[in-house]
């Protein structure tokens, strides 16, 4: 049982209400076309929504982005933030494009964008933070738990399994798990039942790691995180060669 925080506030409650309630789920996550087993999209899944420097920044001058804006998700939002470029990237060269031409693919295919088709992005855990391991009192004011150990352990009981439940119900073609060290919960909510393939190679003599797997409910490669450091897809050619990857296996 994960340990919540004493006096728990109306808004931990609040939040906790929230990230277990399956008809919530869509709230959640950052925008685009969840798709249906007909018509399947691809979904891009992190670990945690970030919230950079930047847009902390922003805030504390009283530039806090709108909820509509948010919800519209628009390409040029996301051309603000490192971590959506190179997802375009990677979804571009899953399109069989060059990483380097992101921005055509993005104009075109409009990814994650309010109204847009083929493309879903959500994480595994709804709570914003700079970086993962971060944990302090307004984390626990905000959520009702005492650290982040005990946050994430509630989450896998409350809210992965809605998110199994909606990967079951809506079919992607493919999920990309975005972040090596939580591939066990990728690989929990999309039910895996093999262990993963696992890929190695170098980019300009720097390791890189990818798992791949198509025994769960749907298609399923966990990647290193998408701006992380030498070990991560941080060049064009690690992406490229990522999404031949998953090409080819999946």
């Known amino acids: 049982m994960a340990n919540v925080a004493e006096g728990i506030t109306s808004r931990a409650r609040e ?123 307004e984390a626990i004011r905000a959520t009702g738990f005492s650290s982040k150990a005990d946050y994430q352990v509630w989450m896998r009981g409350a809210r992965f399994p809605i998110l199994t439940a909606w990967i079951e119900k809506w079919r992607p073609r493919l999920i990309i798990g975005l972040g090596l060290t939580h591939a066990d919960d990728f690989l929990a909510v999309a039910q895996a039942s093999e262990p993963p393939t696992q890929h190695s190679f170098e980019v300009n003599g720097h390791a890189k790691r990818m798992m791949m797997t198509k025994s769960g409910l749907v298609p399923l490669a966990i990647l290193p995180h998408l701006t992380g450091g030498r070990n991560g897809l941080n060049s064009h050619e690690a992406i490229a060669h990522a999404a031949q990857q998953i090409r080819l296996h999946l």
């Open 15 to 137: 939040f906790q209400d929230w990230a277990s309630n399956s008809e919530a789920f869509l709230e959640s996550c950052d925008g685009g076309d969840h798709g249906s087993p007909a018509n399947p999209s691809v979904w891009v899944l992190g670990i945690e929504p970030g919230w950079s420097l930047a847009d902390q920044k922003n805030e504390a001058n009283g530039q806090k982005i709108s909820s509509e804006t948010l919800d519209k998700y628009s390409i040029e939002l996301q051309l603000g933030w490192r971590f959506n470029v190179a997802a375009f990237k990677l979804l571009a060269a899953l399109d069989g494009r060059s990483p380097t031409e992101y921005l055509a693919f993005a104009q075109e295919k409009r990814p994650f964008e309010q109204g847009c088709s083929g493309y879903f992005k959500g994480n595994l855990f709804p709570e914003a933070f700079y970086n993962v391991p971060a944990w302090d009192d």
